[in-house]
């Protein structure tokens, strides 16, 4: 699934907010997702998934 299906299917499933504000929101939760996992931070989403972002060195 993109970000677009994912954002397109949430504002299907639902009828309060517009497709800008959830689009947003997404976009807002996947930074903030992407730079706790820049800086070594696990993230928790409890019932659904534990992320963890390893780097690998080569040498």
């Known amino acids: ?6 954002i397109e299917r949430i ?17 807002t ?6 730079q706790c996992l820049a800086t070594g931070d696990r ?3 409890r019932g659904l998934a534990a992320s963890l972002c390893i780097t690998v060195r080569r040498g």
Do not use: C, R
Request: glycine share 4%; charged share 25%; proline share 0%.
């Open 1 to 6: 699934m993109t970000k677009s299906e994912l």
């Open 11 to 27: 504002v299907t499933h639902q009828g309060l907010l517009s497709s800008k504000d959830v689009e947003l929101a997404i976009k």
């Open 29 to 34: 939760m996947l930074e903030q997702m992407s």
């Open 43 to 45: 993230i928790e989403i």
